[in-house]
């Protein structure tokens, strides 16, 4: 996955194999951590437009404040499962980031093709701006 609070750049990208963050929510209210009580709920895509299938095996995520803090959340999977996307499909899901001040989160997911190839899919950064009150 390379070096902790970078990207990963073990793999190699896959043409037609992407990502599309289509919607990120402020959750007012929500009960986080005091050091990270703001909430946001993200919706993400991953479309497989190449010619091969792959499964996704793991995601990389790095959660960057205005201040310039990072925290990076790596693991298996997405949203505890192995999603195996067949040219043409796609995988919705959502979930979500703690955060102690405005920030932006990017990261990348681990994937394989049906020869074992790893393949990086990276995750476009996006903004978690919490509102005014």
Not at 2 to 26: A, F, H, I, N, Q
Not at 31 to 40: L, N, T
Not at 68 to 85: A, K, S, T
């Amino acid at each position: 996955w390379g070096e902790k609070g970078r990207m990963p750049t073990k793999g190699e990208e896959l043409k037609g194999l992407w990502v599309s963050v289509d919607r990120v929510e402020y959750i007012p209210g929500a009960a986080g951590p005091p050091d990270r009580p703001h909430q946001f709920v993200y919706h993400i895509t991953i479309h497989n437009e190449s010619p091969q299938a792959v499964t996704i095996v793991g995601r990389k995520w790095v959660v960057t404040n205005d201040a310039g803090h990072r925290l990076v959340i790596e693991g298996d999977g997405v949203v505890g499962q192995f999603p195996r996307l067949a040219p043409g499909d796609q995988f919705h899901y959502n979930s979500y980031h703690l955060v102690d001040t405005d920030s932006e989160a990017e990261g990348a997911y681990l994937a394989k093709d049906e020869q074992g190839q790893g393949l990086v899919v990276r995750i476009p950064a996006f903004r978690l701006d919490i509102p005014l009150a």
